[in-house]
């Protein structure tokens, strides 16, 4: 991975981000953004190098602050996407993407930097600017909350607004991420939360690119796969749900997406009883559903309660449905 210098803008490649201490940036790009790629990073070096100019004078105001923050904290690198990232060369991007999870999760501290938060702004609050923060809403930063062990939420000037482990109960309502899983980060291949409950934290989130809502995930679900931009969305879902499958074969909750018929006891007698259906039994669409792989996580909005039948009790009459109060 490259990480950049705090101070002088040197971008520095890492074999083995366990091996080095840093700062990553967690955040959402704004219309008004200016975005400095990494050919961009290495010509300000360069030429700082050469006059003696602050490198730091040459940059945004959001990577400026980021790493003036980052060296006050005491951290030499920082890791922000568009910086760090070659993305004229589609083989670093691709083992970029695959390796995001990873590097979100060997950072020191990452700082999400919510820039439609007020400064005196109270998360707690039913109407906070933090709980209808755009932040909460975009595919990317599910990883960047659930991978880092410290998050630490800055307002619009970059003010304290707390922590993942301060505001976990708040994040979970906000994001459907369980409380344990925010207090203490879980391996993606060693987690037992289902598929379908995974998915399900995804299914109202957006990407600028529609092969971005499944590329996005593949850290959540501990899976990598090429990188192919301009494949689709569902093309890339579907390849998405393919490696999950062969990674997690016994979670038959993956195929648990579409919408829920009202009333469960009866969609389980009919169920039962095929040939008396008189109305779809667990799909209620316009037109019947007629494919096994969901077309995008926006099919799994109802489906963060399935659980996995275990091996012993598949069979036919053991469908396992979201719990329903009596």
């Known amino acids: 991975m490259w990480l950049l210098h705090t101070k002088t803008l040197e971008l520095k490649f890492y074999k083995d981000s366990k091996r080095v201490r840093y700062a990553a940036l967690c955040h959402v790009w704004e219309a008004d953004d200016h975005c400095q790629p990494f050919r961009e990073i290495q010509a300000i070096y360069s030429r700082c190098l050469a006059s003696g100019e602050d490198p730091r004078e040459l940059v945004t105001a959001k990577v400026r602050n980021f790493l003036d923050l980052a060296e006050r904290d005491g951290y030499k690198w920082g890791w922000l996407d568009t910086a760090c990232i070659d993305k004229t060369s589609s083989a670093e991007l691709s083992e970029a993407i695959n390796s995001m999870y990873r590097w979100y999760c060997d950072a020191d501290v990452c700082y999400a930097s919510l820039s439609d938060v007020a400064d005196d702004d109270s998360p707690l609050l039913p109407e906070s600017d933090f709980r209808s923060s755009r932040w909460h809403t975009r595919g990317w930063t599910l990883q960047e909350l659930i991978a ?71 850290g959540i679900f501990g899976v990598t796969m090429p990188i192919i931009y301009g494949e689709g969305g569902e093309r890339s879902f579907e390849r998405l749900q393919v490696e999950i499958i062969k990674m997690r ?75 329903t109060p009596r």
């Open 148 to 218: 880092p062990h410290t998050v630490v939420f800055l307002s619009k000037s970059w003010d304290f607004i707390g922590t993942k482990a301060s505001l976990a109960g708040v994040l979970e309502e906000i994001t459907g991420v369980d409380l344990p899983l925010l207090a203490s980060p879980i391996p993606p291949e060693s987690s037992t939360i289902s598929i379908a409950r995974r998915m399900s934290r995804a299914s109202r989130r957006e990407t600028t690119r529609p092969e971005d809502r499944a590329y996005s995930l593949m």
């Open 249 to 323: 074969p016994y979670d038959q909750t993956i195929f648990a997406w579409g919408p829920i018929h009202p009333n469960i006891d009866t969609a389980l007698a009919n169920l039962r009883c095929p040939r008396s259906l008189e109305y779809p039994v667990l799909c209620i669409p316009e037109d019947p559903c007629s494919r096994l792989l969901a077309p995008s996580p926006g099919e799994f909005s109802s489906s963060s309660n399935f659980e996995p039948i275990e091996p012993e009790r598949r069979g036919f009459d053991c469908v396992t449905f979201p719990h």
